[in-house]
């Protein structure tokens, strides 16, 4: 291995590593507001005593009304089956409707994966992270991330798709261009590597404002 494959490698595992460790930084902050609300849970229990003591029921149903909101912003939104793939899925859900940015999922990984849990959580962060800052171009109402997750015979099936501002993108091999720097082309590389390791399939495609990225990996 020369020089420069070493220094590549080098700088490949530091980015893995940064990128691990910010998304369980983003799965502790959602897991620190659900300990949150359940600390509460005894003082809104106690509240809503008090207004029926009083017999004032529509306070009740007030104060309801802003817990079930509360609520939504820290419940699990995705139970997928795996445990690794519901914490990034939910923390990046997370994030992107901080930044007015609606996510559609379907998600269903019924078997345990063959693939490790550090590559699983590589490919969704990164496909995650790349489409929220895609969205982030749009205007709010255009603004959509669509994730498909499914065992398809022997193969997980990973496909995300969001809006661009881009139109349609040049492709350059299995990449299409981009200026957001180096940290992003280090996301692409670390997908590709993943999957070639993996003897799996990839395909990104971007067509009519919407860039999709599909991933097929053998799981037997």
């Not at 939104?77 to 992107?96: E, F, H």
């Not at 996301?187 to 999709?212: K, P, W």
């Amino acid at each position: 291995m020369s020089f420069l494959d070493k220094k590549i490698d080098k700088r490949l595992a530091a980015y893995q590593q940064e990128l691990i460790e910010t998304h369980y930084r983003e799965v502790e902050n959602m897991y620190q507001k659900m300990r949150g609300w359940r600390h509460d849970y005894r003082n809104h229990i106690q509240t809503m005593k008090a207004y029926a003591a009083a017999g004032d029921l529509e306070a009740i149903s007030i104060y309801l009304d802003e817990l079930d909101t509360d609520l939504n912003t820290v419940d699990t939104v995705v139970k997928t089956g795996n445990s690794m793939a519901d914490a990034i899925l939910n923390s990046k859900i997370s994030l992107a409707q901080s930044k007015d940015i609606p996510v559609m999922v379907d998600a269903s990984i019924p078997v345990k994966l063959r693939m490790s849990e550090i590559d699983l959580c590589c490919i969704i962060g990164n496909l995650f992270d790349n489409a929220i800052e895609a969205s982030l171009a749009l205007p709010p109402e255009k603004r959509l991330i669509r994730i498909y997750m499914d065992i398809k015979n022997t193969q997980l099936y990973i496909s995300f798709t969001n809006f661009t501002a881009a139109g349609k993108q040049k492709k350059q091999g299995r990449l299409f261009g981009s200026s957001k720097g180096e940290g992003h082309g280090f996301g692409l590389v670390r997908i590709d590597a993943i999957i070639d390791r993996l003897d799996g399939y990839l395909s990104r495609n971007s067509e009519d404002g919407a860039f999709t990225t599909e991933i097929l990996i053998p799981q037997i």
